[in-house]
T-cell receptor
Framework: NAGVTQTPKFRVLKTGQSMTLLCAQD?????MYWYRQDPGMGLRLIHY???????AKGEVPDGYNVSRLKKQNFLLGLESAAPSQTSVYFC???????????FGPGTRLTVL | AQKVTQAQTEISVVEKEDVTLDCVYE???????LFWYKQPPSGELVFLIR??????QNEISGRYSWNFQKSTSSFNFTITASQVVDSAVYFC?????????????FGKGTRLSVIA
């Protein structure tokens, strides 16, 4: 049981490049979330999904897109990366009936 | 709107001292959950505790204890006899209602350094 995994762990992009972060969970959780963590800011919600095929915006969605084609996967895309998107990205999931979230190990993204 | 305030940005203590991390929250809901997470230097987020708004009993787990007081909207976390391994950033978080889509709202965290 791997829990929540994230791919890749580290990535360096140039401004304007695109990439996709993959989150996978094997706990059959309905809800999945993408957060970003910046120094002194805590964790801020980017997008979330309440089930396969559904997504919604969080607190800081601009510059990101997401997809949830399969229940176990939640993808975060950056179409045209900007230096302001340099951050650590965390994925989380939880069962529908519980509010406790389980987090992946994080992806450290640097945009030059 | 929900809000979580962790007024202590950084705390340093000497090993074996007790330390309390403060958390104050704001919510208009009568039903909500409060959480504490630990983020050690390795970076992962580790769930510590969940408390629902109907249960004001204090909780103790080994050297950790939590004090939930609705009257002051606080959910404070105490580590007794701190150890170097307790050094981490600790986040308090709030989630309104039970079930449904209730993303966690996090405080900005308190960095605890325990010095040997």
């Amino acid at each position: 049981n791997a829990g929540v995994t994230q791919t890749p762990k580290f990535r360096v992009l140039k401004t304007g490049q695109s990439m996709t972060l993959l989150c996978a969970q094997d706990m059959n959780h309905e809800y999945m979330y993408w957060y970003r963590q910046d120094p002194g800011m805590g964790l801020r919600l980017i997008h979330y999904s309440v089930g396969e095929g559904t997504t919604a915006k969080g607190e800081v969605p601009d510059g990101y897109n997401v997809s949830r084609l399969k229940k176990q996967n939640f993808l975060l895309g950056l179409e045209s990366a900007a230096p302001s998107q340099t951050s650590v990205y965390f994925c989380a999931s939880r069962l529908a009936a519980y509010n406790e979230q389980f987090f992946g190990p994080g992806t450290r993204l640097t945009v030059l | 709107a929900q809000k979580v305030t962790q007024a202590q940005t950084e705390i340093s203590v000497v090993e074996k001292e007790d330390v309390t991390l403060d958390c104050v929250y704001e919510t208009r809901d009568t039903t909500y959950y409060l959480f504490w997470y630990k983020q050690p230097p390795s970076g992962e987020l580790v769930f510590l505790i969940r408390r629902n708004s109907f249960d004001e009993q204090n909780e103790i787990s080994g050297r950790y204890s939590w004090n939930f007081q609705k009257s002051t909207s606080s959910f404070n976390f105490t580590i007794t006899a701190s150890q170097v391994v307790d050094s981490a950033v600790y986040f308090c978080a709030l989630s309104e209602a039970i079930g449904g889509n209730t993303p966690l709202v996090f405080g900005k965290g308190t960095r605890l350094s325990v010095i040997a």
